[in-house]
């Protein structure tokens, strides 16, 4: 389909000064086929080119949605019209047009007036007459009720779930699903709407559907399902057609794995056959339409997959496979009917989270042979996906792959840290049985494994397609020894499998060592985002609340968070135990002990979204969820204070208690009120404060030393949590805080993995602790020690990581070759601390889609210049500086429509700003001589004096 773009040039205005509204987007999708009738709409504005003009804002805006591109193009929106509506703090519109129905196209633009007042809500000081246009955008309306989906069914192969636990590890062919149809009329577009569960992959014709990888993401099936749509018109034809479907088990058909002996979570999630749903709609010239979905009318035939599963693997047999299968005129023999299956089509909900697809290939760079028949591929660096093999060997040979993040010190792999669960060996009973640990069926050991049997006679590819692997290296066994002396590191990549994230902020310094971190960190992350945070990649794969509390503020500094985070929230809601109690992990497992710090996740994320992307819409939608979870944690207080739950998980001391998840009650208490005052909810925002006041006065009068500041036990942990959690007194505080910089200036003594002590300035703290540690010494003018902290590389601290091979960061601050991962998130909060104090870019507390920030770089001894920046919804933030001496350079850029405090460091004697005095910079406005300047939108160059 042709879509018109028309260009609009920003006007210029008679004062010399304008605006572009750029990036439109559509529930944070550019030009989506396939999204909600009543979206969400955001933009922001840019100066052109080369402007140096300052502090500029969007007072107003109108936006114009119309039926067709000519429309727009005369200045009509026939479907709504906005108007001149003044500026708000909020980043995103609803959509208030006519009613929109599904299939529907709509084309938009939108025009902003500009002024130099901060806050011009009412538009008076607007400029002009007439906006400044952005280009065309557009967007399609998906399926929204179970009527739009024209009569479509679910389908399955019709064969029944084992009887036995142990039949679920029976060979169980991936079922491939195929129908023809035919099209007699000219085409103008086609559009296919699909949903499979757990997995499945799609083709027109043979050829492939879109490129989204380990479709439909992982979510409570029950509550919410998350279709795709594509544009297929370039696959649909004239005449005689075949759309296909290949279905996997994924997270709706799981092995039931005792994992840890007794967890088995296909007692808490939806489960059944794999089974899809489709619908395709395909447009004519004489504006009739052709619809083809998922009926009675389908056949089925077992694939060339006899085995899946997202954990164990996959095995496929390739003798199995026939050419052309999906394709017109191949239709081969072995075809059945399928199964109509009675299932809601309530659940489907439009996919406005980022898919997952396959990344840029990761070479190999070594095959070694420890033992004859053993070949070892080392990728490099550990990552997240599947390996794609090129190979050429006799029909019949069956090759086995495993994966693993380390290697034995004679050169085999160690696949124990990923093994699933920690199901490893069998367990004898009392009555001296030997049975598996991962229950009746199950592998010895649950590692991930795949394998393949070869077709023969021609060179072959082979890539799991219904698995996905955390690893770094991958054994080979069964090549025939023709075949093993030409494999080479030629005929290997690794396809990296994540939700599709946008990179939007960068950080980079004179320390190589931070650097390393950093890239280590954003590779630690991207590994474990495949449809849901995760905690790590293969032994678990849960979304896992603690672990994206801390890490959440990182993630949202490196990558577009919005449209993964606000799944993650619904996903917590949809989660919910029907007390209103909010689980460990969502999707729901069955695990629930956590406690707060893990639950707090769902409000935490909540503000976040506000924060950074304005998304008042979500507040609303979700709060009563929050409140209802506040008020069952508040009734469970016992003498006032929270009595379970986990603490500051992974510390190096004693991390649980009261004194912990108190306090996160209080932070999380403090939030939702917060949340409730954005929508107006005065009086909930009032009993959130009294509960939060009355749990603080409990915990301050059983943990409190109001005279030495010292918390229960004076640890890093507890002193760090206090301040960073907001749970003590203010007239506490300056003493709480001297208290934790003896803590770190003086830790505990910790006996080195290596042998002997730990030694130097070392922190102690586990996931939340590290979090806290770090913001609260720089938050309280302690720098230094925080970056002493960052840049150790002996144990404990990041250094020590990357100094023993580690590519991404480990569970454990000591490592482990056995029992924890290799590739975890949570201690990758230090990113975060990178943006928000090396850097010094942070969204303030009150922002409202980042309108206001806060600059407030750190010059630490050990680094001689930082380039920092991050996109935000408004535009590009840049904090970059470079020491020399006595003087200093800072460099800010702030985007339109945004509000930036910047904070001098401390040492810092005067300040010019492009070679003018601060006083008589145009657009700063100082606060603190020396010190503090508020501005608005453009770029400055600072020049510092400073102190040694």
């Known amino acids: ?80 019209d906005s108007g001149k509506v003044p500026a708000s703090p909020l980043s995103q519109v609803r959509y208030s047009g006519e009613p929109l129905v599904s299939g529907q196209r709509c084309y938009w633009k939108v025009g902003c007036w500009v002024t130099k007042t901060p806050g011009a809500a009412s538009g008076a000081t607007t400029t002009g007459d007439m906006p400044a246009w952005s280009d065309v955008a557009s967007w399609e309306v998906a399926p929204v009720t179970p009527a739009d989906w024209k009569g479509a069914i679910w389908i399955d192969d019709g064969q029944s779930l084992p009887e036995n636990d142990a039949a679920f590890y029976d060979l169980d062919p991936a079922p491939r699903l195929r129908r023809d149809f035919a099209l007699s009329k000219p085409i103008v577009s086609a559009r296919l709407h699909i949903a499979g569960l757990g997995y499945y992959t799609a083709s027109v014709n043979g050829e492939r559907v879109g490129d989204h990888e380990l479709d439909s993401v992982w979510t409570e099936f029950g509550q919410r399902i998350l279709f795709s749509s594509f544009d297929v018109t370039d696959q649909v034809q004239r005449g005689e057609n075949c759309i296909a479907m290949e279905l996997g088990n994924g997270w709706f058909n799981p092995l039931p794995l005792r994992m840890w002996g007794h967890r088995n979570i296909r007692k808490s999630i939806e489960t059944g056959r794999p089974r899809a749903i489709a619908c395709l709609v395909v447009e004519h010239e004489d504006a009739t339409q052709s619809v083809i979905t ?9 694939g060339p997959t006899l085995f899946n599963s ?108 990923s093994v699933c669960g920690q199901i490893k060996g069998n367990r004898k009973l009392a009555d001296g049985t030997v049975v598996p640990k991962g229950g009746p069926g199950a592998p010895e050991f649950a590692w991930q494994e795949d394998r393949y049997i070869c077709r023969g006679a021609e060179a072959e590819v082979y890539r799991p397609r219904f698995t996905f692997h955390g690893f770094r290296f991958m054994e080979v066994t069964g090549l025939p020894e023709s075949a093993t002396a030409a494999f080479s590191v030629d005929d290997i990549k690794g396809f990296p499998l994540h939700s599709d994230l946008q990179s939007i902020g960068e950080f980079a310094c004179s320390n190589e060592r931070l650097n390393e971190i950093q890239e280590t960190t954003r590779r630690t992350f991207l590994a474990n985002v495949v449809g849901v945070q995760s905690d790590c990649p293969h032994r678990e794969r849960f979304g896992y609340g603690g672990d994206i509390a801390v890490t959440s503020e990182a993630f949202l500094m490196n990558f577009d968070m919005s449209g993964v985070y606000a799944k993650t929230v619904r996903d917590w809601a949809d989660a919910a135990r029907p007390d209103g109690n909010l689980t460990d992990t969502a999707p729901f497992v069955g695990i629930n002990y956590c406690g707060v710090g893990w639950a707090m996740a769902h409000p935490l994320l909540i503000e976040q979204l506000y924060r950074h992307y304005g998304d008042e819409s979500l507040v609303e939608e979700q709060l009563p969820v929050a409140m209802k979870w506040l008020a069952l944690e508040n009734a469970a207080r016992k003498n006032g204070l929270v009595v379970k739950g986990l603490g500051d998980h992974e510390a190096l001391t ?19 009120a917060r949340l409730c005052r954005v929508v107006g909810r005065e009086d909930d925002a009032k009993r959130c404060d009294e509960m939060a006041d009355d749990a603080a006065n409990n915990w301050a009068e059983s943990f409190l030393n109001p005279e030495t500041g010292t918390v229960d036990d004076g640890s890093q942990t507890r002193q760090s949590l206090t301040l960073g959690f907001g749970v003590a007194p203010v007239a506490s505080r300056d003493r709480i ?106 969204v303030a507390p009150d922002a409202v889609g980042s309108d206001r920030i806060s600059i407030r770089p750190q010059f630490v001894d050990g680094l001689t210049w930082v380039r920092c920046s991050h996109k935000t919804v408004r535009g590009l933030v840049e904090s970059n500086w470079r020491v020399d001496g006595e003087s200093a350079e800072l460099e800010v850029r702030v985007p339109v429509d945004t509000t930036a405090l910047i904070e001098f460091p401390t040492g810092t004697l005067a300040v010019s700003e492009s070679g003018v005095p601060l006083g008589e910079s145009d657009g700063c406005d100082v606060l603190t001589p020396g010190r503090r300047v508020r501005v608005g939108s453009g770029m400055y160059r600072f020049q510092l004096e400073r102190t040694r």
């Open 294 to 302: 998922t009926d009675e009318e389908w056949k089925w035939k077992p």
């Open 654 to 672: 004693r991390s649980g208690g009261p004194v912990i998840t108190t306090a996160m009650f209080v932070d999380a208490a403090r939030r939702i």
């Open 737 to 842: 805080f001297d208290r934790l910089v003896s803590a770190v200036e003086n830790p505990i003594e910790l006996k080195h993995p290596d042998g002997g002590k730990a030694s130097g300035v070392y922190l102690t703290t586990g996931i939340f602790g590290t979090r806290m540690l770090m913001e609260q010494l720089s938050a309280n003018g302690r720098s230094d020690l925080a970056y002493r902290i960052a840049n150790r590389n002996t144990f404990p601290s990041w250094g020590w990581m990357l100094e023993n091979d580690a590519t991404t960061l480990w569970e454990h601050w000591a490592g482990s070759d056995g029992t924890f991962s290799n590739n975890h998130p949570m201690f990758g909060s230090v990113s975060a601390w990178f943006f928000r104090w090396l850097g010094g870019i942070q």
């Open 1 to 80: 389909m042709l879509v018109l773009v028309v260009s609009c040039l920003a006007v210029a205005l008679s004062n010399g000064y304008a605006l572009t509204p750029m990036g439109l987007t559509v529930n944070g999708q550019t030009n989506p086929i396939g999204t909600s009738a009543a979206p969400l709409l955001s933009w922001h504005c840019e100066s052109p080119t080369g402007s140096s003009e300052r502090g500029l804002y969007q007072s107003a805006w109108r936006v114009l949605v119309a039926s067709s591109p000519e429309l727009l193009a005369d200045g009509t929106g026939d479907l709504w």
């Open 310 to 417: 997202v954990y164990l693997g996959e095995f496929r047999d390739a003798r199995l496979d026939q050419t052309g299968w999906d394709e017109v005129g191949s239709v081969g023999s072995g075809w059945k009917s399928v199964r109509v299956v009675d299932a809601s089509l309530e659940p489907l909900t439009p996919m406005v989270t980022p898919p997952i697809r396959a990344g840029k290939p990761i070479d190999a760079v070594a095959i070694t042979s420890p033992e004859p028949g053993v070949q070892i591929v080392d990728f490099g660096e550990n990552f997240t996906g599947v390996p794609e093999v090129s190979l050429q060997a006799p029909a019949g040979t069956e090759l086995k792959f495993r994966f693993g993040e380390l290697l034995y010190p004679d050169g085999t792999l160690n696949p124990m840290t």
